[in-house]
């Protein structure tokens, strides 16, 4: 993944926030949308954020968030075009699982990680919903930047602890939520959206539409406390090895706040 699809990955955010429509939050309307979006132009317009990166200027190379996973099951919620998976089975995991609400993100995935020799069992579903994985299963369940899309956080980190064994890991990454309501314009930057609305809103590109929801901080920590998680590590700091010798207006911004949540979480 090159810096460009880096940065694209945090295009949604409070320099689009004169664009955005609000739109009631129906189920089944934001996962055909975003499905749509996925089958269609997604990689085209946002990229892809893959391990080894976690987001925008974080990495696990450096986070070491995962240590060792060889006999590992694996699970990827969101698992896209198959890349963090590759990561996973290329250290040796012993089980490599994915779900994604695409089935052409699952069509990319099955191919790229044929062609690597890699096999997997994917599953086309939105993440909110029960859909065949087994419980009490994997040693790791991971999101590259995809749990920001769920309808439902409470119910899809519920679901998740059930995947998981006793003592699992839920490491997971998305936009951080301030980086979400600041803009940077004329070296200045500009609160341009409340942090407090979580309500729901389109965002319309040239070639395509997506909807999402911006959430608090602290609504991603309740609900890992309900489901019944403990937080072990959450990581908000870009690293400054990887923004060396990067100018951009976006590379400024993440010096002065962050840009990239990541959590680790173990399942009690």
Same mark, same amino acid.
């Given at each position: #993944?090159? *810096? &460009? =699809?880096?940065?694209? /990955? %945090?295009? @949604?955010?409070?320099?689009?926030? $004169?664009?955005? +429509?609000?739109?009631? #939050?129906? *189920? &089944? =309307?934001?996962?055909? /949308? %975003?499905? @749509?979006?996925?089958?269609?132009? $997604?990689?085209? +317009?946002?990229?892809?954020?893959?391990?080894?990166?976690y987001g925008a200027f974080v990495s696990e190379e450096k986070c070491q968030l995962f240590g060792d996973v060889s006999g590992k099951k694996m699970l990827e919620i969101g698992c896209g075009t198959g890349h963090s998976l590759q990561y996973q089975g290329e250290r040796k995991a012993s089980e490599l699982w994915g779900m994604d609400i695409s089935e052409k993100q699952i069509a990319k995935a099955t191919q790229h990680l044929t062609a690597c020799g890699l096999s997997a069992k994917l599953i086309c579903s939105p993440m909110e919903e029960e859909c065949g994985i087994p419980v009490d299963?994997?040693?790791?369940?991971?999101?590259?930047?995809?749990?920001?899309?769920?309808?439902?956080?409470?119910?899809?980190?519920?679901?998740?602890a059930s995947y998981l064994k006793k003592d699992g890991i839920f490491i997971f990454s998305w936009s951080h939520p301030i980086h979400k309501c600041v803009a940077a314009e004329n070296d200045m930057l500009t609160f341009k959206k409340c942090y407090f609305d979580e309500s729901w809103y389109s965002v319309s590109f040239d070639e395509g539409t997506l909807t999402l929801s911006d959430r608090?901080?602290?609504?991603?920590?309740?609900?890992?406390?309900?489901?019944?998680?403990?937080?072990?590590?959450?990581?908000?700091?870009s690293d400054d090895e990887i923004m060396q010798n990067n100018n951009s207006e976006f590379a400024k911004k993440a010096k002065m706040l962050p840009v990239t949540l990541v959590v680790k979480a173990r399942k009690l």
């Open positions: #993944m090159n *810096k &460009n =699809s880096v940065d694209r /990955t %945090n295009i @949604i955010g409070a320099g689009e926030a $004169g664009s955005a +429509i609000s739109v009631d #939050m129906d *189920k &089944n =309307s934001i996962h055909k /949308t %975003n499905s @749509i979006f996925w089958d269609t132009k $997604g990689n085209d +317009i946002l990229g892809a954020t893959t391990l080894p990166f299963y994997f040693d790791f369940v991971y999101s590259i930047y995809a749990i920001g899309w769920t309808t439902d956080l409470e119910g899809t980190f519920g679901r998740i608090k901080l602290s609504t991603y920590v309740n609900a890992l406390a309900k489901a019944g998680f403990v937080i072990e590590q959450m990581i908000e700091q």
